[in-house]
């Protein structure tokens, strides 16, 4: 549905996109992760046809955004960063503002509004000011606006930002289930809401994508993922890292916790190690020594670790 | 079909958007208010003895120089200020669409508060037996005017963000509109500059133009030249807002 083909988007002499290429196929949503400032608002917008890009095509459907940009925004329903809504309608003229562009007239009009009032629980707020509304009631009455015709592209800039933990799960539902019959891009810096709404996720930094993959891949390229906890009561630690660090498997081992009774220790896998050899053979010397195991369990990798690693902080100077 | 439909809806939510607030209803009182005073206390309706609106219409490039840009100063800025600029071009329309959409809708706006000063032409039609063909010649003058001033201010609030900022430029270039074929003014550049200069910077003035309109002059000329003010005008936005959009 969305091909994205070398993209690039300067500045000046600032470069915000620099050749990024993905696809988003119907039934995929991804996620765009990245640091403030990595170029994920532009791309979307380059995206959505409110800026021009400087290099690169797009493509949403069928059609290029930049020779066909009226159709192609047809298809497309977007919900742009921090929600901006006229705050001077109430959220019903708003909405049938929307459906009216969108190219929907009386009782199709009436039902598209209703459809998506439903969907985003705006029915409390129907005939009330825009700027009397909280700030969950705007962002939702944005993303009304955005489903508002069904579209078959759905993108959005941050759309759980400023929500309750409660509306945040809401609109994570509502995408995952959005998204099996749509092509979904969204962005986020909340790095669970990839793993709770995602079917992929790319990262970008500075303007480059650096990784590309499901969450589960993603996480796989942490420091952590792979390595095996273990919990043994009345093991010195010396002892337990002594006798872990001599498995052939283990790179490295780190002891994470300390106590007069227990120790908790993380055995870093060597680099290619087969899954579940690492925990056989921890087990095996659990048995051998006759140590009384606690907990055993192999780490998944955290996706905040991965986007540490990958990703720099904007506090840092580039080097060249 | 399709953008006809398209500028519809946009004018027509820009127009509830100013009902929606009171400054729609203080600009109508305001702007009666004023017309009142300079017709009858200042422009000396009464102590003319002459049954026309000579004394209601002469006031008018004066009056919209502040009131026209009062209602124009938000059209863009306030959409690039609450990023509703955003929401509002990434939706199927062209960026025409939308400048003229919401162009037409002030404008509505504005002839909305002329069609208000209905009772001063009553007042004259009563106390003597004016020339219908001159009032209806000057109202479409000031229909005019306030476009072409309009066009100005929504070209303005292209340029920033703040409204204050978009308001002051509006007003700067109105004045030079005027003052640039004002009597006083094209009589001090005759003292020293050819005939021909002065002339053609007074035919670049709404005071040339306008001038015609109020004695009952519907000249093709005078419509066209505020006809392209307008278009020059809306134009230079939709350029405006282009190069904001590609940084």
């Known amino acids: 549905m969305i091909k994205v083909q070398n993209l690039t988007k300067a500045f000046g002499p600032k470069i915000a996109v620099n050749d990024i290429s993905f696809s988003v196929e119907k039934g995929e949503v991804l996620g765009f992760l990245g640091p403030n400032g990595a170029g994920k608002s532009t791309t979307m917008r380059m995206v959505t046809g409110f800026i021009p890009p400087s290099g690169g095509t797009i493509r949403v459907g069928s059609f290029d955004v930049a020779q066909n940009p009226i159709e192609a925004k047809r298809l497309v329903g977007y919900l742009p960063e921090n929600a901006p809504l006229y705050t001077d309608m109430t959220v019903y003229g708003f909405l049938s503002f929307a459906a009216e562009i969108r190219g929907l007239t009386g009782e199709a009009k009436k039902k598209a509004v209703f459809r998506s009032v439903e969907l985003c629980f705006l029915e409390n707020v129907l005939h009330q000011s825009i700027d009397t509304l909280s700030k969950g009631y705007r962002h939702r009455t944005c993303f009304a606006q955005a489903i508002i015709h069904d579209p078959q592209v759905l993108i959005m800039d941050e759309p759980t930002d400023g929500l309750d933990p409660n509306q945040k799960h809401e609109v994570r539902t509502l995408i995952r289930r959005m998204g099996e019959k749509k092509a979904i891009i969204f962005s986020t810096h909340i790095l669970e809401e990839v793993e709770a709404a995602c079917t992929r996720a790319i990262i970008i930094d500075r303007g480059r994508i650096v990784a590309n993959g499901t969450p589960d891949e993603l996480k796989q390229k942490g420091e952590t993922a792979g390595a095996i906890c273990v919990r043994l009561p009345g093991v010195p630690a010396a002892v337990a890292t002594q006798k872990l660090g001599q498995i052939p498997q283990a790179r490295k081992v780190q002891v994470l916790k300390e106590a007069d009774s227990s120790v908790l220790v993380r055995v870093f896998p060597q680099a290619r190690t087969a899954n579940g050899e690492l925990a056989r053979s921890v087990f095996a010397l659990a048995v051998a020594e006759s140590w009384k195991l606690e907990e055993l369990h192999t780490e998944e990798g955290r996706l905040d670790e991965v986007f540490r690693t990958i990703t720099l902080p904007d506090t840092t100077k580039e080097v060249k | ?247």
């Open chain 2, 1 to 247: 079909m399709n953008a006809l439909n398209n500028i519809k809806s946009i004018a027509k939510r820009e127009l509830t958007g100013y009902f929606a607030s009171p400054v729609a209803y203080v600009f109508i009182v305001i702007f009666l208010l004023l017309t009142g005073f300079f017709t009858f206390m200042v422009g000396g309706f009464f102590e003319r003895g002459d049954a026309s609106l000579m004394a209601f219409f002469l006031w008018h490039p004066w009056l919209y120089l502040f009131l026209v840009p009062a209602v124009g100063m938000r059209l863009w800025s306030e959409e690039r200020r609450l990023g509703t600029m955003e929401l509002l071009l990434t939706m199927p329309i062209t960026s025409w669409q939308a400048i003229v959409g919401k162009f037409l809708a002030s404008w509505l706006f504005l002839l909305l508060a002329l069609v208000l000063t209905f009772p001063v032409v009553v007042t004259v039609k009563y106390l003597g037996s004016p020339d219908m063909g001159v009032i209806i010649c000057g109202y479409v003058g000031s229909v005019l005017l306030a476009g072409g001033y309009l066009s100005i201010s929504c070209m303005t609030s292209s340029l920033t963000r703040n409204q204050v900022v978009s308001f002051i430029l509006s007003v700067v270039v109105c004045l030079f509109l005027i003052l640039a074929g004002w009597p006083p003014v094209t009589r001090m550049l005759e003292e020293w500059a050819p005939a021909w200069l002065v002339q053609s910077v007074a035919n670049f003035s709404v005071m040339t133009h306008f001038d015609a309109f109020q004695k009952g002059v519907l000249d093709s000329r005078d419509v066209l030249f505020f006809l392209l003010v307008i278009g020059f005008s809306l134009f230079s936005t939709s350029v405006i807002l282009r190069s904001h959009r590609a940084g």
